[in-house]
């Protein structure tokens, strides 16, 4: 999701800490959608989200109160970046 931006050290913090939320609430309470699994939509492990990881996990929140408010804080944070950048 932030492929071609140029982040500086706290903003890639921060937006790490953001995925690193969602992966831990995904990994929580949808252990068959997580790493090593055959319906994982979180990814490779390690690496930050793909734009397919991002698309299925907004099509996941849209039916849990608390991934949609970690997806709204990510997307806040990025909002941020990009104007910080005009």
Not at 6 to 15: D, F, P, S, T, V
Not at 26 to 35: A, E, G, T
């Given at each position: 999701?932030?492929?071609?931006?140029?982040?500086?050290?706290?903003?890639?913090?921060?937006?790490?800490?953001?995925?690193?939320?969602?992966e831990l609430y995904?990994?929580?309470?949808?252990?068959?959608?997580?790493?090593g699994t055959p319906?994982?939509?979180l990814g490779r492990?390690?690496?930050?989200?793909?734009?397919?990881?991002?698309?299925?996990?907004?099509?996941?929140?849209?039916?849990?109160?608390?991934?949609?408010?970690?997806?709204?804080?990510?997307?806040?944070?990025?909002?941020?970046?990009?104007?910080?950048?005009?």
């Open positions: 999701m932030t492929k071609g931006l140029i982040l500086n050290y706290g903003q890639a913090m921060k937006l790490g800490a953001i995925e690193d939320k969602i995904v990994r929580l309470n949808y252990p068959d959608k997580s790493y319906n994982n939509i492990a390690g690496r930050e989200f793909s734009k397919t990881t991002w698309g299925k996990l907004i099509k996941l929140a849209k039916n849990d109160e608390g991934l949609q408010s970690f997806v709204n804080e990510f997307n806040v944070e990025l909002l941020k970046v990009k104007e910080s950048l005009k």
